[in-house]
């Protein structure tokens, strides 16, 4: 079954005032459903995110999806995930493993159309694009991924 979405984001800054958000809060809600000039095809099968949110203390981002999903992901984790070339490399033998980002934190998240968000570390780290697939893999892959990366640090002797 296909059905019709359009994707509407908002991005609360600090500076605005709203009275139900602490200050500092930044959240990305998407409704779906609402008309819009832009309307994308989607299958039920495809989760699609509703709420996007950096905590006050910017080291944790929660995304959730209209499939009842929720994933707390960690700046950390976020930033040694990257997507961008300069992590991934442009094949599985150029991946970096990327160390000393315990106490790292996300300093934007800005959307890229409706399909993803750009998240600038405060690194200064910003050329990962995450689309909602990508979010969604790492939060339903987070243990292994996790293990993983602990694994490989270790068996290069650096640390987080």
Request: charge should be negative; proline fraction near 5%.
């Amino acid at each position: 079954m296909r059905r019709r979405c359009s994707a509407v984001g908002a991005l609360l800054y600090r500076h605005q005032p709203w009275s139900e958000l602490s200050p500092g809060l930044c959240v990305i809600y998407f409704h779906v459903d609402l008309p819009s000039s832009e309307t994308i095809e989607m299958t039920d099968a495809a989760p699609w995110p509703t709420q996007l949110r950096l905590h006050k203390d910017r080291k944790m981002l929660t995304i959730a999806f209209d499939n009842g999903e929720t994933f707390d992901l960690s700046a950390e984790y976020l930033r040694v995930k990257s997507p961008s070339a300069e992590v991934q490399g442009h094949s599985p033998d150029e991946r970096k493993t990327v160390a000393g980002k315990k106490d790292i934190a996300i300093l934007e998240v800005n959307p890229i159309g409706n399909y993803a968000v750009r998240l600038v570390f405060d690194d200064m780290h910003s050329t990962g694009i995450y689309s909602w697939d990508y979010f969604l893999a790492l939060g339903r892959n987070r243990e292994a991924y996790w293990q993983d990366y602990l694994d490989d640090l270790a068996g290069k002797g650096l640390t987080r």
